[in-house]
């Protein structure tokens, strides 16, 4: 986010662009995203606290939807925090992409190890994910097929 030499030339390379805002200011996050406004062809903000492991208090998911307005981009979420809802919680606020640390074993070297998520983990957050996508659904009210056999009933129609 602050090293605006290293963002335009990673900008100009063409290759899409993951930024992310843990430890960022506002102001810094702004600044950032002139340069790769400017300069990028794509590029996706990530939401996260660069704690290892983030207290579940100060994710601040709320973040996602308000990056999402004030910049008009792709916004995603990196998750370093223990378990798996808060991550599926950032999908349904609108977190087009997810990053998650894999660990083979929880008790290997390593900061980040411990709120590093298993392989069997990582399946359980993709099926979260995959449901959350499909209940949210499209935002658009309708009386569905399904219910139609209710409504006739307790409505006579």
């Avoid at 996602?64 to 599926?88: M, N, W």
């Avoid at 411990?114 to 069997?120: F, G, L, R």
Wanted: hydrophobic content about 35%.
């Amino acid at each position: 986010m602050t090293n605006h030499k290293l963002l335009k030339a990673s900008a100009q390379t063409g290759v899409p662009i993951v930024a992310s805002t843990g430890m960022s200011t506002l102001k810094e996050v702004d600044e950032a995203v002139a340069i790769l406004k400017k300069h990028a062809s794509q590029f996706v903000l990530m939401h996260c606290n660069s704690s290892y492991p983030a207290k579940l208090d100060e994710l601040n998911l709320k973040v996602i939807p308000a990056l999402k307005k004030r910049y008009k981009c792709l916004v995603g979420y990196s998750g370093h925090e223990y378990g798996l809802d808060s991550t599926s919680t950032a999908v349904a606020f609108g977190a087009s992409i997810v990053e998650r640390h894999i660990t083979l074993d929880h008790s290997m070297w390593g900061t980040d190890q411990a709120s590093s998520i298993e392989p069997q983990g990582m399946d359980k957050l993709y099926k979260q994910i995959v449901s959350i996508q499909r209940y949210l659904g499209n935002g658009k009210k309708k009386v569905y097929e399904s219910e139609l056999p209710s409504r006739k009933k307790l409505r006579g129609y």
